[in-house]
């Protein structure tokens, strides 16, 4: 026979049930009004992007594979330039994802000779551990950014559990890698500090503060924008995305007041990137919306070029594609495919999460993952991409 709780009983279990709610309102208050809003609510707006040359002559594309062979699986490279027009590459590998050995890898690119030397092993769970002082299970994106005093960043993430339990770390180098500062985690959210990721690579506002380009998968997917001080202590977020719309956004600035946000899309229709837009410094950005561009649901890049339109990468049919804007996104050109004449036909081929740069000779520079087995580079100039 069923008996009924007394009432003294219900009472009790209504006010834990309360209690309860009122916590996880409090908590969901945090978690989105807990730090100042607005990436640029000062109006420092952005660095003006410098005058690059247009690369002129015969077209050139050089290939080349980073040495990767370590390692069974790689993924999620990364670029920020160095002195002397050099180049420094991040991403992790190990026997699979999310593996207890993986571990995040640099090498240098050298373009006079147009080689990539060894591989270096740089973060590990041991190490990170090691500088966080707290439990690490997985190692996994990171972002670059070598600041206007010569400062190199490396943001990383770090989880003990999947994605959405995921935290951002800081690392920083006097010497453009060569030794590093103990790591430690950025203050990202009250909400346990946990769920915010990286992927496409910072910049820097014109009051020297660092715009880091950040995404949460926690509950409901959504992009933001952080700014940092010169500590790289969280200075105030921005929310660029609603209602799961997309993630792992890219900001490419187009002068002190003008920057395009392109968007890994999270919904299967349509198969287009997510853009935003702003025209006052970052203080406001536009609705996100699908843009011209086609994607199936993987990462894209983008980079302004010397001329200013909007080159991008973004996959497409397993085929990672090169596009370029002349409108800041609203309609966009096919102009290359990154695998063609590169590689062997390979029906099951897949080329993911690319990163593009441009530098300041005016060269322009593609990374991308190939089948989770490879990071392949592309080195080109604007010739080629003229190529009809």
Not at 144 to 166: E, I, Q, R
Request: proline share 6%; charged share 20%.
């Amino acid at each position: 026979m069923l008996r009924h709780a007394p009432s003294s009983v219900k009472a009790q279990m209504r006010v834990r049930a309360l209690l309860l709610l009122w916590i996880a309102l409090v908590f969901a208050a945090l978690w989105t009004y807990g730090m100042p809003a607005g990436a640029a609510s000062a109006g420092v707006g952005f660095v003006p992007p410098a005058a690059r040359p247009v690369t002129s002559g015969e077209p050139y594309l050089h290939a080349s594979m980073l040495d990767g062979n370590s390692v069974r699986s790689v993924h999620s490279c990364t670029l920020v330039e160095l002195s002397g027009g050099r180049l420094r590459a991040f991403w992790y590998g190990g026997s699979r994802e999310g593996a207890l050995d993986v571990a995040i890898y640099t090498a240098v690119y050298d373009p006079a000779v147009r080689t990539w030397s060894r591989e270096r092993a740089l973060i590990d769970r041991a190490n990170s551990q090691d500088g966080l002082q707290r439990c690490v299970q997985k190692l996994g994106n990171s972002c670059a950014l070598l600041d206007s005093s010569g400062k190199l960043w490396l943001f990383f993430v770090t989880s003990m559990t999947g994605w959405s339990g995921s935290s951002i770390n800081v690392t920083t180098s006097p010497d453009e890698g060569e030794t590093w500062t103990p790591p430690r985690r950025l203050v990202t959210s009250p909400f346990l500090n946990l769920s915010t990721l990286v992927r496409n690579p910072p910049f820097q506002f014109a009051d020297g503060t660092i715009g880091l380009p950040v995404y949460h998968e926690f509950l409901s997917k959504f992009c933001e924008l952080l700014r940092l001080d010169g500590d790289g202590n969280v200075l105030s977020k921005q929310r660029l995305t609603q209602d799961r719309l997309a993630i792992q956004p890219a900001i490419v600035p187009f002068g002190a007041q003008e920057a395009v946000c392109l968007m890994r899309p999270t919904y299967s229709s349509p198969k287009r990137v997510i853009g935003s837009r702003t025209t006052d410094g970052g203080r406001t950005w536009s609705a996100a919306a699908p843009l011209g561009l086609t994607s199936d649901r993987s990462g894209v890049a983008g980079v302004r070029m010397p001329d200013g339109g909007l080159l991008a990468a973004a996959r497409v049919m397993r085929k990672l594609t090169l596009s370029v804007s002349r409108d800041q996104g609203t309609t966009w050109q096919t102009v290359a495919h990154a695998s063609e004449g590169l590689v062997a036909e390979d029906p099951n081929e897949r080329t993911t999460y690319p990163c593009l740069l441009l530098t300041k000779a005016g060269e322009y520079h593609l990374v991308f993952t190939y089948n989770r087995r490879e990071i392949r580079h592309m080195h080109f100039n604007q010739a080629w991409l003229d190529l009809p």
